[in-house]
């Protein structure tokens, strides 16, 4: 149980255009869904925080217009990385947790985003 | 002073041996604590959850949590190959925006035939 699912895998773009992940609970209800950015050899640095139905809850230093966050449902939430540029490339992880464990959150595969 | 600190490592044991991996934490009030696994290229994947003092097991692996000491490790017994990875302490902190599971840097763990 516990499964989360991201889509693409990866991605490669063009500077200047707009990528859309996907992220999404297979078995359980997502009350919450956060999104973190892993670069090389560092640790993950959380982005934002999403609640099924209200906006995200943006890190300091996290541009909410450049990472536009939906949570549309309790199953899917999507992180739309606007006007990608090279330094935009990173490794995007999202996770999930439930009404029931909050404090508990479960991994999605990741997607690795290359802007050349 | 960061809020989760690890040892950056490498480190080494051979296959068979009893690997440690340590964490401190800056909270005092943080009462969540995970270790999370990390094969290179891949995302997190939960190994334990601790949430009071002392040991807690679960097959080949034993967390400890220390409050009072702000320090919580990993062992593993028995240490395989496909154990080598990143191992990754989490710490639940209390922030101005609520709570939030905060990294550390990660260890890297080397199991050596």
Redesign the interface.
Known sequence: GAVVSQHPSWVICKSGTSVKIECRSLDFQATTMFWYRQFPKQSLMLMATSNEGSKATYEQGVEKDKFLINHASLTLSTLTVTSAHPEDSSFYICSASTRVRTDTQYFGPGTRLTVL | QKEVEQNSGPLSVPEGAIASLNCTYSDRVSQ?F?W?RQYS??????IM?IYSNGDKEDGRFTAQLNKASQYVSLLIRDSQPSDSATY?CAV?ILTG??????????TQLKVEL
């Open positions: 969540s995970f999370y290229g891949k995302s997190p994947e939960l959850s990754l639940i925006g609520g709570n939030k599971l905060t990294f550390g840097t990660g």
